[in-house]
């Protein structure tokens, strides 16, 4: 496996514990420590946030856009802007292109921002899943 990988969950708390919502996910999880060698770093994230457009969805976004960064070539700022663009998160006003921030998306926008990066991703032989 290469030397970075992404996981992502959503987790409940059941009798005090924080677990994954499926057996899937718990799977996904053990593959995710597996691909791990002895010294690798990890940055968790963990955001109990349950309105619109959670952190939890913005830092997914932010990985994936850098990932696919890499892979291409690009800048992350070049690669962010066109996600952005596919998204529909940018619109033209007085002949220049402005674009909204990820922190003022709602829940939906960011699903939708997520799905063009799986696309994307799908494209250049990445999963994002």
Known sequence: MSKEAIFSTILVKVDGRLICRKESESHLYKLFVDSL???HVIH?????NLDDGTLTQIAKVKACI???AKETGSTFESTE???KIASG???DKDGEAYCRSFADCSK???GLTIQTLIE???F???NFR
């Open 37 to 39: 060698e002895e010294g």
């Open 66 to 68: 850098r990932e696919l």
């Open 44 to 48: 968790a994230f963990f955001d109990a």
């Open 120 to 122: 994307r991703g799908d």
């Open 81 to 83: 802007r066109d996600i």
């Open 108 to 110: 939906d926008e960011l």
């Open 89 to 91: 998160l940018c619109f």
């Open 124 to 126: 250049v032989n990445i």
